[in-house]
């Protein structure tokens, strides 16, 4: 069985940081791509970040370009992404995700899931 298991999100207040941390287990971990996508009430599910398995490709959206930054470690099977510079538009639920090899902008490319970190930042 696979679990993708979202850690690390909370309250902040804007210009503050955070680290969110995605566990995994059941799956070969050095063979996926990971993503983190974020979803806020009403909106569509976006990728913020990204990384390819073999740690040479990422990818950022422009909103988290300069602020976040994605990492993985292939011994732990975890992915990370350090948020600074937080804005209260960064207010969603962020999800990690799976897809074997390559990154995908879509999230309906990704095969699985972990199930949410809500992230909160106040103005």
């Known amino acids: 069985q696979v679990l993708l298991a979202e850690s690390g999100g909370g309250l902040v207040q804007a210009g503050g940081s955070l680290r969110l941390s995605c566990a995994t287990s059941?799956?070969?971990?050095?063979?996926?791509?990971m993503g983190w996508f974020r979803q806020a009430p009403g909106k569509e599910r976006d990728l913020v970040a990204a990384?390819?398995?073999?740690?040479?490709?990422?990818y950022y959206a422009d909103s988290a370009k300069g602020r976040f930054t994605i990492s993985r470690d292939n011994v732990k099977n975890t992915v990370t992404l350090q948020m600074n510079s937080l804005k209260p538009e960064d207010t969603a639920v962020y999800y990690c995700a799976a897809r074997r090899l390559v990154y995908s902008r879509q999230y309906s490319q990704y095969d699985y899931w972990g199930q949410g970190t809500q992230v909160t930042v106040s103005s």
């Open positions: 059941g799956l070969t971990f050095s063979v996926y791509a």
């Open positions: 990384i390819n398995w073999s740690d040479t490709s990422t």
